[in-house]
């Protein structure tokens, strides 16, 4: 059973500095399969990135993903107002379907 | 645009049985796979199940397994979740999510899910 850990649980910035949230996986996996979502308050996930690297539709450049084997990375480069929110990263494998981290919260300093 | 609405949530008893219903607009429902994706309150996203676009394979957690059902009615573009021998862990928002299989298989939409209480 693939597990995904997020780091750090909590992240305190300012708006304007950049942000490096990190997803941990138990074994090595696919790249293709990761993916990570943002979400505020009250909404349902939106999709950030897929295959590790690839932004979605409409998602700002300023989001960036990478890494590959156990370690990911999700990084903003510079923290707008409406940044700040609970990231949560994503695999799929055939076995274990879908599994997500226990997300990331990204708080104003 | 792409719309996801979700219906059927609300109080049951343990042991209790509900279905909750996702209505979809603005995408080929006919040819999505979907996925049923609940969170507890306060708590993290836990992928439910999945069924392809025919509806002809479905998928489920470990945790759901035996109890709950998912399905779909292509005709009406609605998806459902049919829940059974409900527990007080099952309660949690229900979101219907589209996968994207081109992307990995991540959920590119997603609605704005229902509430499912489970208690006494």
């Known amino acids: 059973e693939i597990v995904l850990t997020q780091s750090p649980g909590t992240l305190s910035l300012s708006p304007g500095e950049r942000a490096t949230l990190s997803c941990r996986a138990s074994q090595s996996v696919s790249s293709n399969y990761l993916a990570w979502y943002q979400q505020k308050p009250g909404q349902a996930p939106r999709l950030l990135i897929y295959?590790?690297?690839s932004r979605a539709t409409g998602i700002p450049d300023r989001f960036s993903g990478s890494g590959s084997g156990t370690d990911f990375t999700l990084t903003i480069s510079r923290l707008e107002p409406e940044d700040f929110a609970v990231y949560y990263c994503?695999?799929?494998?055939?076995?274990?379907?879908?599994?997500f981290g226990q997300g990331t919260k990204v708080e104003i300093k | 645009e792409v719309q996801l609405l979700e219906s059927g949530g609300g109080l049951v008893q343990p042991g209790g049985s509900l279905r909750v219903s996702c209505a979809a607009s603005g995408i080929t429902f006919s040819n999505s796979a979907m996925s049923w994706v609940r969170q507890a309150p306060g708590k993290g996203l836990e992928w439910v199940s999945s069924?392809?676009?025919?509806?002809?394979?479905?998928y489920y957690a470990d945790s759901v397994e035996g109890r709950f059902t998912i399905s779909r009615d292509n005709s009406k573009n609605t998806l459902y979740l049919q829940m059974n021998s409900l527990r007080a862990d099952d309660t949690a928002v229900y979101y219907c999510a589209k996968v994207l299989y081109s992307g990995g298989r991540c959920f590119d939409y997603w609605g704005q899910g229902t509430l499912v209480t489970v208690s006494s």
């Open positions: 295959g590790a690297s």
């Open positions: 994503q695999w799929y494998g055939t076995s274990t379907m879908w599994t």
């Open positions: 069924t392809t676009a025919s509806g002809d394979t479905t």
